[in-house]
């Protein structure tokens, strides 16, 4: 039995990023019907189309004719799921409302997924609209050689809000196992974004007393001056390619720099502190030095001497359409081949219930509806605080990926134990701690000693009573610590196990360490944020300084929240499993494969491919005419249009001179003509303000927004009122802030949402609950000279 065999979900959505949530689902075993419209989704023109359409039966159906929706309130009384991307109001008058197809199945889990929310503006499905409005272009202000937004080519928020449709699924299918009933759940692409809104948020809030020069760096940084850390520094080798470094930890970045010939000089020079202490002098001097060095060799020989050595991190800067060949991506099973479309494989590795992708789209046969029967009536229980009520996930786990991803699991009610060093995880020392405080809010910590044996008995009892641990070492690391799989099995069972690393469990990589920049250049999407080509002349030192400032701009953190997304989706799979099939497991989740899905727009391969990554133009403007940024008579829009008709409803609206323009009446007219309908476009928006042209343009539905108003803090700091997006919150870092609320609205939520703990802050109340007596935990304390567990905030 596959995972989610009996499970049948209805999808009456459009795009990708419902579409891939649906193939997930379809991948581990759910039946999935989408129903469409006459003319289909207006979204299967993009060239990965036959990949989130895969495993999927398809249904041509009109819920405005009467007996097409009689048929189809035949299928959702059957069915287990609703996905819909139709604001109430008109889903209402369609009956396909959730008010409606409740009444007629009460197990119903329905999801809707929109643009900005019910009662946002009602745009299209765009990401470049809502990355645009949410202030994410504005992320990239410097990235180009002007001042202004830059365009966010990769489509992080459709990645997140795929993650958050299936995890809001999941964790309400486990919720209803347990009360009975279904539930709504909203969640939109808006919402996604919050994902990457990381340190900086929480940085910006803080109380003015409370300011350190970490938080500053943080909240004040200079997008045009800001520099690559060395531990990240990007490189140019001698045959032209580009090389990304990742040497998070001192001892990585110990090994480059020996590695490289440069270890004499440090020492020479009396740096022995990690290179983000050293003068600014001493540290632009060395910079310098790694751009001359890696000049020397080739892309093929300094790849083989760090393979080798293993201990430093590193890769290089590929398309995405290369990385299908990655070897690491294939020795995983990362890469699926069907009816001839090469594309991305299942999101996790579950080892009990994998996924089973066999066939691409088939259509429905609307003559088995003689054969469902309704759903029975479930059990009537009690709906818990947040769908997750009850569930205990231990983490051992440090940075941004794994315990954000942990983070979110807590915002559906689970409790997470966050299991620390003695003196905390390493972030809570980075970026003033702001990174730590958003990554693991609404956890509880403990401090412990895994390399001590009453701290590896703690962590057995902690796994005991666990429902879900979560760990990101390396492979090996966990069974040295008495944390491996077998040792959690013995005490446990039946406990969902899932391992988070850089590359996955098999390959050359397997055994590599990494960090966020690496799975952004192997992926592709940071070649393509930065607009560089894969390979270039060589530059001169001048050239190399502002190049590599730039492609460590364009390669930013997403990697690792985008990482985070799968691992919160996967340990509900596993839990799914062990909840309502009784089977607990060991689950793989890898930085490389999440990130493949984040560049979900172009991982596939096949005869005659259109390829949806067209150049950003010289300033990363955008793609397209009528899908790329402009300059107002003040400020910036971003102009998103997709379809024939939007272009006639805004030229119409716009300027009635290129509504009649035969050079621009077709698609294929305007693609003839790009370059006069970009220059015609220049001009007309230049006649207006940004926020004249927002206001004329979203009464008709079309993307058309101000992109420069704010960052992306600025924008949720102006709901923070709004429970449904920001919580207030306090901690002894900022003071009184706000937190971010949980990506997923359910109808049956968790009320209480807590900022993120001290290290250690619950040490003695979980050792009290494990059974240690006050005398016991005294004495521990005093071993692991743990009484200043705290000083990590």
């Given at each position: 039995?596959?995972?989610?065999?009996?499970?049948?979900v209805?999808d009456?959505?459009?795009?990708?990023?419902?579409?891939l949530?649906?193939?997930?689902?379809?991948?581990?075993?759910?039946?999935?019907?989408?129903?469409?419209?006459?003319?289909?989704?207006?979204?299967?023109?993009?060239?990965?189309?036959?990949?989130?359409?895969?495993?999927?039966?398809t249904?041509?159906?009109?819920p405005?004719?009467?007996?097409?929706?009689?048929?189809?309130?035949?299928?959702?009384?059957?069915?287990?799921?609703?996905?819909?991307?139709?604001?109430?109001?008109?889903?209402?008058?369609?009956?396909?409302?959730?008010?409606?197809?409740?009444?007629?199945?009460?197990?119903?889990?329905?999801?809707q997924?929109?643009?900005?929310?019910?009662?946002?503006?009602?745009?299209?499905?765009?990401?470049?609209?809502?990355?645009?409005?949410v202030?994410?272009?504005?992320?990239?202000?410097?990235?180009?050689?002007?001042?202004?937004?830059?365009?966010?080519?990769?489509?992080?928020?459709?990645?997140?809000?795929?993650?958050?449709?299936?995890?809001?699924i999941?964790?309400?299918?486990?919720?209803?196992?347990?009360?009975?009933?279904?539930?709504?759940?909203?969640?939109?692409?808006?919402?996604?974004?919050?994902?990457?809104?990381?340190?900086?948020?929480?940085?910006?809030?803080?109380?003015?007393?409370?300011q350190?020069?970490?938080?500053?760096?943080?909240?004040?940084?200079?997008p045009?001056?800001?520099?690559?850390?060395?531990?990240?520094?990007?490189?140019?080798?001698?045959?032209?390619?580009?090389?990304?470094?990742?040497?998070?930890?001192?001892?990585h970045?110990?090994?480059?720099?020996?590695?490289?010939?440069?270890?004499?000089?440090?020492?020479?020079?009396?740096?022995?502190?990690?290179?983000?202490?050293?003068?600014?002098?001493?540290?632009?001097?060395?910079?310098?030095?790694?751009?001359?060095?890696?000049?020397?060799?080739?892309?093929?020989?300094w790849?083989?001497?760090?393979v080798?050595?293993?201990?430093?991190?590193?890769?290089?800067?590929q398309?995405?359409?290369?990385?299908?060949?990655?070897?690491?991506?294939?020795?995983?099973?990362?890469?699926?081949?069907i009816?001839?479309v090469?594309?991305?494989?299942?999101?996790?590795?579950?080892?009990?219930?994998?996924?089973?992708?066999?066939?691409?789209?088939?259509?429905?046969?609307?003559?088995?509806?003689?054969?469902?029967?309704?759903?029975p009536?479930?059990?009537e229980?009690?709906?818990?605080?947040?769908?997750?009520?009850?569930?205990?996930?231990?983490?051992?786990?440090t940075?941004?990926?794994?315990?954000?991803?942990?983070?979110?699991?807590?915002?559906?009610?689970?409790?997470?134990?966050?299991?620390?060093?003695?003196?905390?995880?390493?972030?809570?020392?980075?970026?003033?701690?702001?990174?730590a405080?958003?990554?693991?809010?609404?956890?509880?910590?403990?401090?412990i000693?895994?390399k001590?044996?009453?701290?590896?008995?703690?962590?057995?009892?902690?796994?005991?009573?666990?429902?879900?641990?979560?760990?990101n070492?390396?492979?090996?690391?966990p069974?040295?610590?008495?944390?491996?799989?077998e040792a959690?099995?013995?005490?446990?069972?039946?406990?969902?196990?899932?391992?988070?690393?850089?590359?996955?469990?098999?390959?050359?990589?397997?055994?590599?360490?990494?960090?966020?920049?690496?799975?952004?250049?192997?992926m592709?999407?940071?070649?393509?944020?930065?607009?560089?080509?894969?390979s270039e002349?060589?530059?001169?030192?001048?050239?190399?300084?502002?190049?590599?400032?730039r492609?460590?701009?364009?390669?930013?953190v997403?990697?690792?929240?985008?990482?985070?997304?799968v691992?919160?989706?996967?340990?509900?799979?596993?839990?799914?499993?062990?909840?309502?099939?009784?089977?607990?497991?060991?689950i793989?989740?890898?930085?490389?494969?999440?990130?493949?899905y984040?560049?979900?727009?172009?991982?596939?391969?096949?005869?005659?491919?259109?390829?949806?990554?067209?150049?950003?133009?010289?300033?990363?403007?955008?793609?397209?005419?009528?899908?790329q940024?402009?300059?107002?008579?003040?400020?910036?829009?971003?102009?998103?249009?997709?379809?024939?008709?939007?272009?006639?409803?805004?030229?119409?609206?716009a300027?009635?001179?290129?509504?009649?323009?035969?050079d621009?009446?077709?698609?294929?007219?305007?693609?003839?003509?790009?370059d006069?309908?970009?220059?015609?476009?220049?001009?007309?928006?230049k006649?207006?303000?940004?926020?004249?042209?927002?206001?004329?343009?979203?009464?008709?539905?079309?993307?058309?927004?101000?992109?420069?108003?704010?960052?992306?803090?600025?924008?949720?700091?102006a709901?923070?009122?709004?429970?449904?997006?920001?919580?207030?919150?306090?901690?002894?870092?900022?003071?009184?802030?706000?937190?971010?609320?949980?990506?997923?609205?359910f109808?049956?939520?968790?009320?209480?949402f807590?900022?993120?703990?001290?290290?250690?802050?619950?040490?003695?109340?979980?050792?009290?609950?494990?059974?240690?007596?006050?005398?016991?935990?005294?004495?521990?304390?005093?071993?692991?000279?743990?009484?200043?567990?705290?000083a990590?905030?």
């Amino acid at each position: 039995m596959t995972l989610l065999e009996g499970v049948r979900v209805v999808d009456l959505s459009h795009g990708p990023a419902a579409g891939l949530a649906t193939m997930i689902l379809a991948d581990f075993g759910a039946e999935v019907v989408k129903v469409e419209p006459p003319g289909g989704d207006p979204f299967r023109d993009l060239c990965t189309a036959p990949m989130w359409l895969r495993g999927k039966k398809t249904w041509t159906l009109d819920p405005a004719n009467v007996k097409d929706r009689a048929k189809l309130h035949r299928l959702t009384a059957a069915s287990d799921v609703v996905v819909s991307t139709t604001r109430h109001a008109r889903a209402a008058a369609n009956g396909v409302d959730y008010t409606t197809l409740s009444a007629l199945n009460p197990r119903l889990v329905y999801c809707q997924f929109t643009s900005f929310g019910e009662d946002g503006p009602d745009l299209p499905l765009y990401e470049g609209v809502v990355a645009a409005k949410v202030g994410r272009m504005m992320a990239f202000q410097g990235l180009a050689h002007r001042p202004g937004p830059a365009f966010s080519a990769l489509q992080v928020g459709t990645h997140a809000a795929a993650m958050n449709i299936t995890s809001g699924i999941l964790a309400a299918l486990i919720e209803r196992d347990q009360s009975g009933r279904g539930q709504l759940l909203q969640t939109s692409l808006m919402q996604a974004f919050k994902t990457y809104d990381q340190s900086r948020f929480p940085a910006v809030q803080v109380a003015p007393d409370l300011q350190t020069s970490g938080v500053q760096a943080v909240s004040q940084q200079d997008p045009f001056s800001a520099k690559p850390t060395l531990l990240y520094q990007p490189a140019q080798t001698a045959d032209g390619r580009w090389l990304q470094m990742g040497n998070l930890l001192p001892h990585h970045f110990n090994r480059f720099m020996e590695l490289t010939g440069l270890a004499d000089d440090r020492a020479a020079d009396g740096l022995t502190a990690p290179p983000d202490q050293w003068p600014e002098e001493a540290r632009e001097r060395y910079r310098d030095k790694i751009l001359l060095r890696i000049q020397e060799w080739t892309l093929a020989d300094w790849m083989t001497v760090f393979v080798a050595d293993g201990g430093v991190i590193a890769h290089y800067y590929q398309h995405t359409e290369d990385a299908l060949d990655d070897p690491d991506m294939l020795a995983n099973g990362h890469v699926v081949d069907i009816n001839g479309v090469r594309q991305l494989g299942p999101v996790a590795t579950l080892t009990q219930t994998p996924a089973q992708i066999s066939q691409g789209e088939t259509a429905f046969d609307d003559a088995t509806l003689d054969d469902l029967a309704p759903l029975p009536p479930g059990a009537e229980g009690r709906h818990g605080e947040g769908p997750l009520a009850g569930v205990t996930v231990v983490e051992f786990a440090t940075i941004i990926a794994a315990p954000f991803g942990a983070s979110l699991l807590a915002d559906m009610g689970a409790r997470i134990i966050k299991v620390e060093p003695l003196d905390g995880d390493l972030y809570r020392v980075r970026r003033g701690g702001m990174g730590a405080l958003r990554v693991n809010q609404g956890k509880e910590s403990i401090c412990i000693d895994l390399k001590s044996d009453e701290g590896q008995a703690i962590a057995g009892d902690l796994m005991a009573r666990a429902d879900i641990v979560i760990h990101n070492y390396r492979p090996g690391v966990p069974e040295r610590l008495g944390i491996g799989f077998e040792a959690a099995k013995r005490r446990n069972p039946d406990i969902v196990y899932l391992s988070a690393n850089g590359y996955g469990p098999k390959g050359p990589g397997a055994k590599r360490p990494s960090s966020h920049p690496i799975p952004g250049a192997a992926m592709g999407g940071a070649l393509y944020q930065s607009g560089r080509s894969i390979s270039e002349p060589l530059l001169d030192l001048d050239e190399l300084r502002e190049t590599t400032r730039r492609l460590m701009l364009a390669n930013e953190v997403n990697p690792d929240p985008n990482t985070s997304m799968v691992v919160c989706t996967a340990a509900l799979l596993g839990l799914y499993g062990k909840r309502v099939r009784g089977q607990g497991q060991k689950i793989f989740v890898d930085m490389f494969l999440a990130n493949a899905y984040a560049n979900f727009d172009d991982f596939v391969a096949y005869p005659g491919k259109r390829s949806d990554r067209p150049g950003l133009g010289p300033d990363l403007r955008g793609p397209d005419p009528l899908y790329q940024l402009y300059p107002a008579k003040t400020g910036w829009v971003f102009l998103g249009l997709r379809h024939d008709a939007e272009w006639r409803s805004f030229a119409a609206m716009a300027n009635k001179a290129l509504a009649g323009h035969k050079d621009y009446a077709t698609t294929a007219a305007r693609t003839a003509n790009a370059d006069a309908l970009r220059d015609a476009l220049a001009a007309l928006f230049k006649t207006e303000t940004a926020e004249t042209w927002e206001q004329r343009a979203t009464p008709l539905g079309l993307g058309c927004v101000v992109a420069d108003a704010h960052g992306p803090s600025e924008f949720w700091l102006a709901r923070k009122d709004d429970k449904r997006y920001m919580r207030a919150s306090h901690n002894e870092l900022t003071g009184p802030y706000y937190r971010h609320g949980p990506m997923v609205e359910f109808e049956f939520p968790k009320a209480d949402f807590q900022t993120a703990p001290r290290a250690g802050a619950h040490t003695m109340a979980i050792l009290t609950e494990l059974g240690y007596d006050d005398s016991r935990i005294e004495q521990l304390l005093r071993d692991d000279h743990a009484r200043a567990s705290g000083a990590r905030i």
